[in-house]
């Protein structure tokens, strides 16, 4: 059974750094590649960034609002994906989600969700 | 930046009646084009992709359609459990962008 399990949330300063895990389970984790979404209190749904599989070079992608403050990573050897989150702002405060994601058509679609951690940006 | 639009913004529906929820895109995603179902407190969960592929286990009374601009999720037979709220997503180019979603009520 895919799982997908993601921690290091909670209250941060504004202008701190945080770092959340996703811990994968039940799937080869090196041979997908993942990706980020938040979701702000009573708000839709947000990508924040993506990082592909090394056979894929492992590069990322990242949202115009988080670009040059957040960073993914992979550890294949862990199985997990981390968001290293820099200069936070108080309107980085959301859930934050953990996907995997399945290439298709030149393009991927997500199709196991964790089921989140959430990031309160306050002061 | 492509814009994913959504409507109606609210559908409340009678049990075993058909539910018809629109999404249209900014320009072409071609049929690169998922649906999620989201419940209070859960994760999404991927419904359709590829604009009228069944994901894994999704009962048939959920169906896709569409392509370039106009997409459309259908659920037959409205059941309890399908009150949710039901986002569309553009796969087609970076950024990947959602629809601002519609709720489904069961009257």
């Known amino acids: 059974e895919v799982q997908l399990v993601e921690s290091g949330g909670g209250l941060v300063q504004p202008g701190r750094s945080l770092r959340l895990s996703c811990t994968a389970s039940?799937?080869?984790?090196?041979?997908?590649?993942m990706s980020w979404f938040r979701q702000a209190p009573g708000k839709g749904l947000e990508w924040v960034g993506f990082?592909?599989?090394?056979?894929?070079?492992?590069?990322?992608e990242y949202a115009a609002s988080v670009k040059g403050r957040f960073t993914i990573s992979r550890d294949d050897s862990k199985s997990i994906a981390y968001l290293q989150m820099n200069s936070l702002k108080t309107e980085d405060t959301a859930v934050y989600y953990c996907?995997?994601?399945?290439?298709?058509?030149?393009?991927?679609?997500?199709?196991?969700w964790g089921q989140g951690t959430l990031v309160t940006v306050s002061s | 930046e492509i814009v994913m639009t959504q409507s109606p913004a609210t559908l409340s529906v009678s049990p075993g009646e058909r539910a018809t929820l629109s999404c249209r895109a900014s320009q072409s995603v071609d049929t690169k084009l998922a649906w999620y179902q989201q419940k209070p407190g859960q994760g999404p969960r991927l419904l359709i992709y590829?604009?009228?592929t069944r994901a894994t286990g999704l009962p048939a009374r959920f169906s896709g359609s569409g392509s370039g601009t106009e997409f459309t999720l259908t659920i037959n037979s409205l059941q309890s459990e399908d009150s949710a709220v039901y986002y569309c997503?553009?796969?087609?180019?970076?950024?990947?962008?959602f629809g601002p979603g519609t709720k489904v009520e069961i009257k």
């Open positions: 590829g604009a009228s």
């Open positions: 996907t995997r994601a399945i290439a298709a058509a030149a393009g991927y679609y997500f199709d196991y």
């Open positions: 997503q553009q796969y087609d180019n970076w950024p990947l962008t």
């Open positions: 039940g799937f080869t984790f090196g041979d997908y590649a």
């Open positions: 990082i592909r599989s090394k056979a894929y070079g492992g590069t990322t």
